[in-house]
T-cell receptor, first 113, second 112 residues
Framework: DAGVIQSPRHEVTEMGQEVTLRCKPI?????LFWYRQTMMRGLELLIY????????DSGMPEDRFSAKMPNASFSTLKIQPSEPRDSAVYFC???????????FGPGTRLTVL | GEDVEQSLFLSVREGDSSVINCTYT??????LYWYKQEPGAGLQLLTY?????DMKQDQRLTVLLNKKDKHLSLRIADTQTGDSAIYFC????????????FGTGTRLQVFP
């Protein structure tokens, strides 16, 4: 299996631009998680989907952030408009039904200038 | 609320044992986990322990759980330079089993 796939691996953009991060979970996994990692705040859960339905989005920082999961094999995290404080590494993870292990993707390093 | 704390740094000599400590606040956590993050990579699950267990051993890794003190530790025997990484402790959420609360991570540096 290819594991969790994220794209792009690196993104550099200017403040005010729209940014879209993409994730393909492992086939057969029904839970998907978006995390953000920064030096200041560590690893934060942004949003969690189960069977393509958002279950908990309490970690989404503000309305500029939105996430979708149109089908079981694809999810996006969008930031519009982006700000320099959004610079971080964004991870996607997935897990199987009723299993404890979350498998992480390699992350997208976002830099907003 | 739920909180997980770890020390930030640990430095050990190659061949020695490493012990990484973690404290958590949610006494109803079902599972507790240790993840490893190598530079430029995502998190990799190392091991986990069910809350009704005191100890779990997996090759060079030993996990100890003290529920009374809400203390979790990870011991790495015969630490190698390849073990240099950031180690995260995590607990399962009280309300949503699949949701994990991560600690700040401990950066382990192994020197020859």
């Amino acid at each position: 299996d290819a594991g969790v796939i994220q794209s792009p691996r690196h993104e550099v953009t200017e403040m005010g631009q729209e940014v879209t991060l993409r994730c393909k979970p492992i086939s057969g996994h029904n839970s998907l998680f978006w995390y953000r990692q920064t030096m200041m705040r560590g690893l934060e859960l942004l949003i969690y989907f189960n069977n393509n339905v958002p279950i908990d989005d309490s970690g989404m920082p503000e309305d500029r952030f939105s996430a979708k999961m149109p089908n079981a094999s694809f999810s996006t995290l969008k930031i519009q408009p982006s700000e320099p404080r959004d610079s971080a590494v964004y991870f996607c993870a997935s897990s199987q039904p009723s299993r404890v292990t979350q498998y992480f993707g390699p992350g997208t390093r976002l830099t907003v200038l | 609320g739920e909180d997980v704390e770890q020390s930030l740094f640990l430095s050990v000599r190659e061949g020695d044992s490493s012990v990484i400590n973690c404290t958590y606040t949610d006494s109803s956590s079902t599972y507790l986990y240790w993840y490893k993050q190598e530079p430029g990579a995502g998190l990799q699950l190392l091991t986990y322990i069910f809350s009704n267990m005191d100890m779990k051993q997996d090759q060079r890794l030993t996990v100890l759980l003290n529920k009374k003190d809400k203390h979790l530790s990870l011991r790495i025997a015969d630490t190698q330079t390849g073990d240099s990484a950031i180690y995260f402790c995590a607990e399962s959420s009280q309300t949503i089993t699949d949701k994990l609360i991560f600690g700040t991570g401990t950066r382990l540096q192994v020197f020859p």
